[in-house]
């Protein structure tokens, strides 16, 4: 009944749709938008259907789940990254679906990490799983998503995982030396608090480098993110790679503070836009030096396997699962 099954995964930047014709069936009618393109969700969501030839006859969806860059407390969707706001209920009702789910998108990409296989992920640093443990994510792009998984009650043998919807990359950025100190002090005169997800994002990227720049005495270019990242892979720019080396170190920081608050023996995993783009560099940056340096619990951080998702889209098939 519930089948055609739409799944979304719609970020400040980008609305990846698709379809699941029947259950546990493979995930097809994979469609990438531009969220800026459009209005609101139904436009964006009418314009696919349409494009699929799936506004109407087999096709068309009798359910969804879309996983959102934002809050999910209630009808009211306001999106903070991007201008959409809505309400779940009227969106469903002119889908004309019989249910619609609206999922925070890291609550959704956490649902998936139980079914990605070993070849979408590769490990930096730690030891082994922890099979039943609480596992970790969180993940730069636009924003800074995070989440991750509880173990709840064993099922044949296996425990029911328990996602987390939360807004953890708003939390209170912290400095472990004096650079990152004067790094956060000056974004500190600029935007008041200083969060995670102020460096940890693709925005948040761009202001490290100019950051880093002003610091030393150097008027900064305008540079995309994507810019940034170029430069500071190529070489070409000393304050883009200062500003890139800063990324990796501060997410070592953030993901090892949410692991060591879940428990994470059951592994660390990092998705999103940026630092799977970054391959043997973040292997190679301070991200796992940082992460293991805890003190007293740095024997606990090391054992900690970390995975970067490498998966096309592995947000639908969270939302898929839910």
Same mark, same amino acid.
């Given at each position: 009944?519930?089948?055609?099954?739409? $799944? &979304?995964?719609?970020? @400040?930047?980008?609305?990846?749709?698709? /379809?699941?014709?029947?259950?546990? @069936?493979? !995930?097809?009618?994979?469609?990438? $938008?531009?969220?800026?393109?459009? !209005?609101?969700?139904?436009?964006? !969501?009418?314009?696919?259907?349409?494009?699929?030839?799936?506004?109407? &006859?087999?096709?068309?969806?009798?359910?969804?789940?879309?996983?959102?860059? #934002?809050?999910? /407390?209630?009808?009211?969707?306001?999106?903070?990254?991007?201008?959409?706001?809505?309400? =779940?209920?009227?969106?469903?009702?002119?889908?004309?679906?019989? *249910?619609?789910?609206?999922?925070?998108?890291?609550?959704? /990409?956490?649902?998936?990490?139980?079914? /990605?296989?070993?070849?979408?992920?590769?490990?930096?640093?730690?030891?082994?799983?922890?099979?039943?443990?609480?596992?970790?994510?969180?993940?730069?792009? =636009?924003?800074?998503?995070?989440?991750?998984? !509880?173990?709840?009650?064993?099922?044949?043998?296996?425990?029911?995982?328990?996602?987390? %919807?939360? +807004?953890? @990359?708003?939390?209170?950025?912290?400095?472990?030396?004096?650079?990152?100190?004067?790094?956060?002090?000056?974004?500190?005169?600029?935007?008041?608090?200083?969060?995670?997800?102020?460096?940890?994002?693709?925005?948040?990227?761009? $202001?490290?480098? +100019?950051?880093?720049?002003?610091?030393?005495?150097?008027?900064?270019?305008?540079?995309?993110? %994507?810019?940034?990242?170029?430069?500071? $892979?190529?070489?070409? #720019?000393?304050?883009?790679?200062?500003?890139?080396?800063?990324?990796?170190?501060?997410?070592?920081?953030?993901?090892?503070?949410?692991?060591? =608050?879940?428990?994470?023996?059951?592994?660390?995993?990092?998705?999103?836009?940026?630092?799977?783009?970054? @391959?043997?560099?973040? +292997?190679? *940056?301070?991200?796992?030096?940082?992460?293991?340096?805890?003190?007293?619990?740095?024997?606990?951080?090391?054992?900690?396997?970390?995975?970067?998702?490498?998966?096309?889209?592995?947000?639908?098939?969270?939302? *898929?699962?839910?």
């Amino acid at each position: 009944m519930h089948y055609p099954k739409l $799944l &979304g995964d719609i970020g @400040g930047t980008n609305v990846r749709l698709a /379809l699941q014709v029947e259950p546990a @069936g493979p !995930i097809t009618h994979i469609e990438t $938008l531009r969220l800026a393109d459009h !209005i609101g969700p139904l436009e964006a !969501i009418t314009a696919y259907l349409q494009q699929q030839g799936a506004w109407e &006859g087999a096709l068309r969806p009798r359910s969804g789940c879309l996983g959102m860059a #934002c809050p999910v /407390l209630g009808d009211a969707i306001q999106m903070i990254n991007a201008p959409w706001a809505f309400s =779940t209920e009227a969106l469903r009702q002119a889908l004309g679906l019989s *249910s619609l789910r609206i999922l925070n998108d890291f609550t959704a /990409l956490a649902l998936a990490l139980p079914a /990605l296989p070993p070849q979408d992920l590769r490990q930096v640093g730690g030891g082994s799983v922890q099979p039943g443990m609480a596992k970790a994510l969180l993940g730069a792009g =636009t924003g800074l998503g995070v989440s991750g998984l !509880i173990p709840g009650p064993l099922v044949q043998g296996e425990p029911v995982w328990v996602p987390i %919807a939360g +807004e953890g @990359g708003h939390v209170s950025l912290p400095a472990c030396d004096e650079d990152e100190a004067r790094l956060i002090a000056a974004l500190r005169v600029r935007f008041g608090h200083v969060s995670a997800e102020r460096v940890l994002s693709g925005s948040g990227l761009v $202001l490290l480098y +100019e950051t880093h720049a002003r610091l030393a005495g150097v008027t900064p270019e305008r540079l995309s993110p %994507a810019e940034v990242a170029d430069r500071a $892979l190529g070489g070409h #720019c000393p304050w883009c790679r200062a500003a890139l080396d800063s990324f990796c170190s501060f997410m070592g920081t953030v993901a090892a503070n949410l692991a060591v =608050t879940l428990g994470a023996q059951g592994g660390l995993y990092i998705g999103g836009g940026i630092v799977p783009r970054l @391959g043997a560099f973040f +292997e190679q *940056s301070g991200f796992r030096a940082r992460f293991n340096d805890k003190g007293r619990y740095t024997a606990y951080l090391s054992a900690i396997p970390v995975f970067v998702i490498h998966a096309p889209y592995p947000a639908l098939v969270g939302a *898929s699962r839910a």
